[in-house]
């Protein structure tokens, strides 16, 4: 298991370019790990030839007790690139996990 943890970056009136960090690994346990606070943002790019399928795992329970479920969100083929954001500290952690499907040419950032 393999993860590359991403150091949040700082958006500012003057704007950011963020600088992206490449996959650690693919499948279960692997791919990317940021700290998250509720306002913090995770963009990831693929610029390889198949789509990657991107999974934030869950860590909390929602108000009436009940486990969230794994987030899965697709990243198309060679242009792909999608942001979220907003992940609630009890249902993701402070520190979250996306997994992924594929590595080769995947990259992510974190940013606030």
């Known amino acids: ?46 610029a390889g030839a198949g789509a990657c399928t991107a999974t934030l795992k869950a860590q909390g329970r929602s108000a009436a007790g009940i486990a969230m479920a794994d987030q899965t969100f697709n990243v198309p083929a060679t242009t792909g690139d999608v942001t979220i954001g907003n992940l609630p500290v009890a249902d993701f952690g402070m520190t979250v996990t996306v997994e992924v499907s594929v590595s080769a040419s995947v990259t992510a950032a974190a940013f606030k």
């Open 1 to 46: 298991m393999a993860t590359a943890p991403l150091t949040v970056q700082s958006a500012t009136y003057a704007g950011l370019t963020p600088s992206f960090t490449a996959a650690a690994g693919t499948g279960a346990g692997n791919g990317f790990t940021f700290t998250n606070d509720g306002s913090t943002y995770f963009r990831i790019k693929n």
